[in-house]
């Protein structure tokens, strides 16, 4: 898009940081009733009932996949990590077996804010110190640059943004919709087919590559004997997860993609296991 794009035009404006300042994502409406669940429900009934019962419901996608695991997270740091990231601590501890992990203290966790806040503005802040800077425009940037283009992102202005942290919760998250003020304001100049829509996200289906063109790719990279990764992470793990994802009895795209990344770091660079 880039490319095509530098054919006619310098810059273009993008809409990057509207979901991390308005609360666009459906895990900051998540997170918010998941403040709720967490008070009713104890978490050994959550860990050892409920989640496996979510996910094994018929039909039960992806982000009802990440809300079983992510629900009943009573540490904040942990469930930041675990709203986008691809693992949850107990994961990465099963995978890690026997090694010595480093672990944190919410207090102590760099992205996290006042425990005052709403559970909404908090994982707000998480994602405008974190995700957005360190994923989305970062990301944006190469692509652009690839491209010899330019983008301006205005929902980043840093007056509006000033103004936006300002604002009550309800003007974030309406009973219905996200972005609430957003589409109150857009009303009118916007269809109402468009602003009323779903979120529709750019997805590429690489949870469909791993399953199919290119699951020897990820065989030979997390299965085989040339596998690094096999020499400190636990093997029977890797080939759970990797079936698992292949019979579709889970989604383990992030995952796979996060083992995928280290095993290619390990092999480009020519590196042994760590000491």
Same mark, same amino acid.
């Given at each position: 898009?880039?490319? $095509? @794009? %530098? /054919? ?26 998941? +403040?709720?669940? #967490?008070?009713?429900?104890?978490? %050994? ?9 979510? #996910? ?10 990440? *809300?079983? #695991? ?6 904040? @740091?942990? $469930? ?14 099963? !995978?890690?077996?026997?090694?010595? =992990? ?9 992205? &996290? ?11 707000? *802040?998480?994602?405008? =110190? ?21 983008? $301006?992102?205005?929902?980043?202005? #840093?007056?509006?943004?000033? *103004?936006?942290?300002? !604002? ?9 919709? &996200? ?21 529709? +996200? ?9 399953? +199919?063109?290119? %699951? ?17 992470? &636990? @093997?029977?793990? !890797?080939? /759970? ?6 019979? $579709? ?19 480009? *660079? ?6």
């Amino acid at each position: 898009m880039s490319v $095509r @794009a %530098s /054919q006619d035009v310098k810059m273009v404006l993008t809409g990057e940081g509207a979901d991390e300042i308005l609360g666009g994502y459906p895990k900051h409406r998540a997170e918010s009733l998941a +403040g709720v669940y #967490r008070s009713l429900v104890p978490a %050994s009934l959550h860990n050892n009932l409920l989640a496996p019962l979510m #996910r094994a419901l018929p039909g039960a996608s992806a982000k009802f996949d990440i *809300f079983a #695991r992510s629900a009943g997270e009573r540490d904040f @740091a942990t $469930r930041m990590i675990s709203w986008f990231g691809a693992m949850t601590a107990r994961e990465r501890d099963s !995978l890690l077996g026997g090694l010595a =992990t480093c672990g944190h203290d919410c207090n102590d966790f760099p992205f &996290s804010s006042s425990v005052t806040e709403s559970h909404l503005r908090r994982v707000l *802040f998480f994602d405008q =110190t974190s995700w957005l800077p360190d994923n989305l425009l970062e990301r944006g940037d190469r692509m652009m640059m690839a491209g010899s283009i330019e983008g $301006r992102m205005p929902f980043l202005d #840093r007056d509006l943004v000033s *103004f936006v942290s300002q !604002l009550p919760d309800r003007y974030r998250l309406g009973l219905l919709h &996200s972005k609430q003020i957003l589409r109150d304001c857009m009303a009118g100049m916007v269809p109402d087919e468009v602003l009323n829509r779903p979120k529709i +996200g750019f997805k590429v289906p690489v949870a469909e590559w791993f399953r +199919g063109p290119m %699951s020897d790719y990820v065989r030979d990279h997390l299965c085989s004997s040339h596998s690094v990764i096999r020499s400190y992470l &636990s @093997a029977k793990k !890797l080939d /759970q997860i990797v079936r698992e994802h292949a019979e $579709r009895a889970a989604d383990h795209e992030k995952l796979i993609w996060a083992l995928l990344n280290l095993e290619i770091f390990h092999r480009e *660079f020519a590196l042994g296991p760590p000491q």
